[in-house]
């Protein structure tokens, strides 16, 4: 159901139910007493903005605002709450969060035991032959501290193919039933950008990494579309009332963007979204269509998305050197001779391109192409002379190449809970002396590089005030951080709040429209009960979103 606008009408001295002044301004609703981050070049305060026509028209002080109280203006005082720019998660798999809550959710499991009971309970109460798919275990917080085993989900499983995939998105963890319906074996070679897991005796162990998931995971029964609208619904539901009032759809099938467009239509779509095509056919139809721009600015098909390595968890990112636990360097995902005529193109039509890469040879050879696809195209040959391209995680990145993304101007596109995340394992997986090159928010800010804060949920759990609380204190939410972890990477509480607005808005190109708290722009507020800019990290996430506001509407509040 749409959410309307509700008239609150409060008695205060301030604002007192007298008849329209001669020189009143007309607004459709005012927010007052209450304290607001602008989050513009001066990081301006106030205490009231009114709104008219889905756009702020004032921002001040509560003395200037009394003349916007008019006829039937509905007004908030937001006493002992404050006020942002609308809070933007830059990289999020909308449809994942739908399907998190419709399928069986592994999330915040504590131990391998636990997960395995868990997904044994389910599998009892299915039929055999039907397919068991769950997601989000990971182990790095387990006592166990190691994957699941092929023979562990053989032991309840014998009649129905289970796929479990970790919470990275990057590998999955399957039974024997589900290897053998898709004819892997030990003669079973790895396909590019993938691996199977295999043991000493070239054996699979059921660990399928990257491409290689999808050998099994192209046997799995399609969703219909009642099924994928429901999941877009509840994803769009979940996260207004967390207080995103834009999601970055990072590689989507382009029926997603069909169906969020009949979502609009229907007046259910509650946040705005910026939709990026998978790599594959949904990219070449992007290319061939060429982007679709909302002049509501609501859903808008702004890219693609490609894919240039696996994740670190999962050991398929790619790296210049060995992994510290393991014989590999990862492996990368795409191929040249098919992804350069893409971004020529893409480049020609004007539309933007974001890559997944979080090794340091991902991130290199990533910048590679991107350089020389821009010196393929001159600036006249293009329909955007300013591209924007982005690079998804950025999570390890040489000295040379940090340069490399100022130099090019390419936008790091991070997501702050993946450091405190990683930080369980990543100096397993590559030893203390890389951990200086990974997360490196304040050093590519330092350089002048656009950095952009996201979730990637439903790999992390899609909360604003987790992602806020990590890129300003780099800790986990227990206050832990490990050796090595450089806690001088954190950003400042200002840059952080413009890393989830303004710089979110920029990266795009959205940022004359929305972004901060400014006349004119669209009137996009997320409304906290604690001020985050001040209160102590370990209070940030006992804050709590008391409005989420998109255009003037008030489509969440507590």
């Given at each position: 159901?749409?959410?309307?606008?509700?008239?609150?009408?409060?008695?205060?001295?301030?604002?007192?139910?007298?008849?329209?002044?001669?020189?009143?301004?007309?607004?459709?609703?005012?927010?007052?007493?209450?304290?607001?981050?602008?989050?513009?070049?001066?990081?301006?305060?106030?205490?009231?903005?009114?709104?008219?026509?889905?756009?702020?028209?004032?921002?001040?002080?509560?003395?200037?605002?009394?003349?916007?109280?008019?006829?039937?203006?509905?007004?908030?005082?937001?006493?002992?709450?404050?006020?942002?720019?609308?809070?933007?998660?830059?990289?999020?798999?909308?449809?994942?969060?739908?399907?998190?809550?419709?399928?069986?959710?592994?999330?915040?499991?504590?131990?391998?035991?636990?997960?395995?009971?868990?997904?044994?309970?389910?599998?009892?109460?299915?039929?055999?032959?039907?397919?068991?798919?769950?997601?989000?275990?990971?182990?790095?917080?387990?006592?166990?501290?190691?994957?699941?085993?092929?023979?562990?989900?053989?032991?309840?499983?014998?009649?129905?193919?289970?796929?479990?995939?970790?919470?990275?998105?990057?590998?999955?963890?399957?039974?024997?039933?589900?290897?053998?319906?898709?004819?892997?074996?030990?003669?079973?070679?790895?396909?590019?950008?993938?691996?199977?897991?295999?043991?000493?005796?070239?054996?699979?162990?059921?660990?399928?990494?990257?491409?290689?998931?999808?050998?099994?995971?192209?046997?799995?029964?399609?969703?219909?579309?009642?099924?994928?609208?429901?999941?877009?619904?509840?994803?769009?539901?979940?996260?207004?009332?967390?207080?995103?009032?834009?999601?970055?759809?990072?590689?989507?099938?382009?029926?997603?963007?069909?169906?969020?467009?009949?979502?609009?239509?229907?007046?259910?779509?509650?946040?705005?979204?910026?939709?990026?095509?998978?790599?594959?056919?949904?990219?070449?139809?992007?290319?061939?269509?060429?982007?679709?721009?909302?002049?509501?600015?609501?859903?808008?098909?702004?890219?693609?998305?490609?894919?240039?390595?696996?994740?670190?968890?999962?050991?398929?990112?790619?790296?210049?050197?060995?992994?510290?636990?393991?014989?590999?360097?990862?492996?990368?995902?795409?191929?040249?001779?098919?992804?350069?005529?893409?971004?020529?193109?893409?480049?020609?039509?004007?539309?933007?391109?974001?890559?997944?890469?979080?090794?340091?040879?991902?991130?290199?050879?990533?910048?590679?192409?991107?350089?020389?696809?821009?010196?393929?195209?001159?600036?006249?040959?293009?329909?955007?002379?300013?591209?924007?391209?982005?690079?998804?995680?950025?999570?390890?990145?040489?000295?040379?190449?940090?340069?490399?993304y100022k130099e090019m101007d390419v936008i790091a596109s991070m997501q702050p809970s993946h450091a405190?995340?990683?930080?369980?394992?990543?100096?397993?997986?590559?030893?203390?002396?890389?951990?200086?090159?990974?997360?490196?928010?304040?050093?590519?800010?330092?350089?002048?590089?656009?950095?952009?804060?996201?979730?990637?949920?439903?790999?992390?759990?899609g909360d604003p005030r987790i992602e806020f609380k990590a890129a300003i204190g780099r800790k986990d939410?227990?206050?832990?951080?490990?050796?090595?972890?450089?806690?001088?990477?954190?950003?400042?509480?200002?840059e952080a709040l413009k890393m989830f607005t303004k710089w979110a808005s920029y990266s795009v190109f959205?940022?004359?429209?929305?972004?901060?708290?400014?006349?004119?722009?669209?009137?996009?507020?997320?409304?906290?009960?604690?001020?985050?800019?001040?209160?102590?990290?370990?209070?940030?996430?006992?804050?709590?979103?008391?409005?989420?506001?998109?255009?003037?509407?008030?489509?969440?509040?507590?």
């Amino acid at each position: 159901m749409k959410l309307r606008l509700l008239p609150i009408f409060l008695s205060a001295l301030l604002f007192n139910a007298c008849n329209k002044p001669v020189d009143c301004i007309e607004s459709d609703t005012l927010i007052y007493n209450t304290k607001v981050y602008t989050a513009n070049d001066s990081n301006t305060e106030a205490q009231a903005v009114a709104v008219k026509n889905k756009n702020i028209i004032f921002v001040g002080s509560n003395e200037e605002a009394k003349a916007y109280k008019c006829g039937e203006t509905s007004l908030l005082d937001l006493q002992d709450s404050f006020v942002y720019p609308g809070f933007i998660d830059s990289h999020v798999h909308v449809k994942g969060i739908g399907y998190r809550e419709l399928n069986l959710n592994l999330q915040g499991i504590n131990s391998l035991k636990e997960m395995l009971t868990v997904v044994e309970i389910y599998s009892n109460s299915k039929e055999p032959g039907d397919w068991i798919v769950g997601r989000g275990w990971i182990e790095k917080n387990w006592p166990e501290a190691r994957f699941p085993t092929i023979e562990e989900l053989d032991r309840f499983s014998k009649d129905r193919p289970v796929v479990l995939e970790r919470a990275d998105g990057h590998a999955v963890i399957v039974n024997s039933y589900a290897l053998n319906l898709a004819g892997i074996d030990s003669t079973t070679q790895d396909p590019q950008g993938g691996a199977i897991n295999k043991d000493v005796n070239g054996n699979p162990t059921g660990l399928l990494v990257d491409k290689a998931s999808l050998l099994v995971e192209k046997l799995i029964p399609k969703k219909s579309f009642k099924q994928d609208k429901k999941a877009l619904e509840i994803a769009i539901n979940n996260s207004v009332k967390l207080g995103w009032t834009q999601l970055h759809d990072a590689g989507s099938p382009y029926s997603d963007f069909e169906i969020l467009e009949e979502i609009k239509s229907e007046g259910n779509l509650n946040t705005r979204i910026q939709f990026y095509a998978s790599d594959g056919p949904d990219a070449l139809r992007m290319l061939e269509e060429g982007v679709k721009i909302d002049p509501l600015h609501m859903l808008s098909a702004r890219g693609i998305k490609l894919y240039a390595d696996g994740a670190i968890g999962s050991r398929g990112a790619a790296f210049l050197e060995k992994y510290h636990d393991y014989d590999t360097s990862g492996f990368l995902i795409f191929e040249k001779e098919k992804t350069l005529p893409k971004l020529i193109e893409a480049l020609k039509k004007g539309i933007q391109i974001e890559t997944h890469a979080i090794g340091d040879k991902g991130n290199k050879i990533t910048l590679d192409w991107y350089e020389e696809a821009f010196s393929l195209v001159s600036k006249d040959e293009r329909l955007i002379e300013e591209p924007r391209w982005r690079i998804e995680h950025a999570q390890n990145i040489q000295p040379e190449d940090q340069l490399r993304y100022k130099e090019m101007d390419v936008i790091a596109s991070m997501q702050p809970s993946h450091a405190i995340g990683d930080l369980h394992f990543a100096e397993k997986r590559l030893g203390l002396e890389r951990l200086k090159n990974a997360y490196v928010w304040r050093s590519l800010l330092n350089l002048g590089v656009k950095v952009v804060g996201g979730s990637d949920a439903p790999v992390e759990i899609g909360d604003p005030r987790i992602e806020f609380k990590a890129a300003i204190g780099r800790k986990d939410l227990d206050g832990f951080y490990g050796e090595g972890w450089h806690l001088e990477e954190a950003v400042e509480r200002q840059e952080a709040l413009k890393m989830f607005t303004k710089w979110a808005s920029y990266s795009v190109f959205e940022e004359d429209i929305k972004g901060t708290i400014e006349v004119g722009k669209l009137a996009d507020f997320t409304i906290f009960s604690k001020d985050l800019m001040t209160i102590p990290e370990e209070d940030i996430m006992s804050s709590e979103v008391v409005m989420t506001i998109v255009g003037g509407q008030i489509v969440y509040s507590r």
